[in-house]
């Protein structure tokens, strides 16, 4: 398992031992924000999903504070989302994540290529009730970088996924809003003519009202080639 630390506004702490990690999937509000995810997904040959929205168990220890993620190969890609994370007292929290994808796995199932790397995680977290008024005004944007040059891949609101309010109703009616469960929450649709398959993925959760935001940073490592 993991444990994970985030830093609230007001300075202070909360430590979360986590105990199971779901990944939400084709979670957009919009139907047409759906097909244009799926659509994206079968260009790399990703068969549609037989149910909208999907729900990924993943490892909790792939639930991580990380600026680096090793890959074995040179298709992988993150997806800019948030995360709703059950604390050691019950309180939601609202952050920045990265569901670290593996492509070229995800062709063969996409609960296996969730498991295939870390859902990265920011080190900064917000309680889910401080903004919950104003939730469909967050941005959520993520950026990649190829020699150098940084460019923005995803760009959009909380407005356009469902809501953590939904899957905290969905993790309620299964049992699973515990202590230590964190939910991701599915992603937004990628840029046209943006290359995803980047060694550095940069995130950001941004609060208009305040201008506050949470980020996460990481580069992607390649692992040395197997012998054998």
């Not at 990649?144 to 993790?171: K, N, S």
Request: charged letters at 20%; aromatic letters at 6%.
């Amino acid at each position: 398992m993991a444990l994970l630390t985030f830093e609230l506004p007001d300075g202070t702490t909360r430590k979360v031992d986590v105990v199971q990690v779901l990944n939400a999937g084709y979670a957009g509000r919009s139907q047409d924000d759906v097909a244009a995810h799926v659509a994206e997904l079968a260009e790399l040959g990703v068969p549609a999903p037989s149910v909208t929205p999907a729900l990924y168990p993943v490892s909790p220890y792939l639930a991580q504070h990380t600026d680096q993620v090793r890959v074995q190969h040179g298709r992988t890609s993150g997806e800019a989302e948030w995360a709703l994370v059950v604390d050691q007292d019950g309180d939601l929290l609202l952050t920045a994540a990265c569901d670290h994808t593996d492509r070229e796995l995800e062709v063969h199932g996409v609960a296996w290529s969730k498991n295939a790397s870390p859902d990265v995680l920011a080190r900064r977290a917000w309680r889910l009730a401080d903004v919950q008024e104003r939730l469909d005004d967050l941005t959520l944007r993520a950026w990649v970088t190829h020699d150098g040059q940084e460019t923005l891949i995803q760009d959009g609101t909380l407005a356009e996924l469902l809501t953590p309010a939904y899957w905290a109703d969905v993790l309620r009616e299964r049992g699973d809003l515990v202590p230590g469960t964190v939910l991701i929450s599915g992603t937004i649709p990628m840029a046209e003519g943006v290359d995803q398959f980047a060694p550095h993925w940069r995130v950001e959760l941004t609060d208009p009202a305040t201008g506050n935001t949470i980020g996460l940073a990481y580069d992607v490592v390649r692992m040395p080639v197997p012998i054998g």
